[in-house]
């Protein structure tokens, strides 16, 4: 799984992930290896620039762990002979997912916030303001169609 060697630029190695998948398949389980494997790929994944920003890291990281686990028997051996792409795409629509419902809970909250006369977090306001000219702009295209 991890190299020693230190100009191994790789921190997880396709072909031994592509083994111990394959492993896994025919026992029809997950090993603890091959979720440690997953646990480094989402880990590391996180750390990239489209996701070290945000505040629910961790929910991010859990998310891609139980997609991966989710996604471990859809793989097909016969397709294609790279797991590691596989399982990226797989943790990064994960991380997405997990992205979008966050800001859906935040903008809920925000909501109550208004309502009840307290300051919603930045930024709210504004995009509350543009989604409500907008409304009122198709109700106003559809009754001129009328």
Avoid: W
């Avoid at 896994?24 to 091959?34: H, N």
């Avoid at 859990?62 to 797991?83: E, L, Q, R, T, W």
């Amino acid at each position: 799984m991890e190299d020693t060697n230190k100009n191994n630029k790789n921190y997880l190695n396709n072909k031994d992930l592509y083994e111990e998948l394959i492993a896994c398949q025919e026992r029809g389980r997950m090993s603890d290896k091959l979720g440690k494997m997953f646990m480094l790929l989402a880990e590391r994944r996180a750390t990239h620039r489209y996701f070290n920003q945000y505040p629910f890291k961790e929910d991010l990281i859990a998310a891609g762990i139980m997609a991966c686990c989710n996604a471990f028997m859809k793989f097909k051996a016969d397709k294609s002979k790279n797991p590691f792409a596989f399982f990226s795409s797989v943790v990064y629509h994960a991380f997405l997912q997990t992205i979008k419902k966050e800001y859906a809970q935040k903008n809920v909250k925000d909501a109550i916030l208004v309502n009840n006369n307290m300051n919603p977090s930045y930024g709210y306001e504004e995009r509350y303001k543009e989604e409500e000219d907008a409304r009122k702009s198709n109700e106003s295209h559809k009754d001129e169609e009328e």
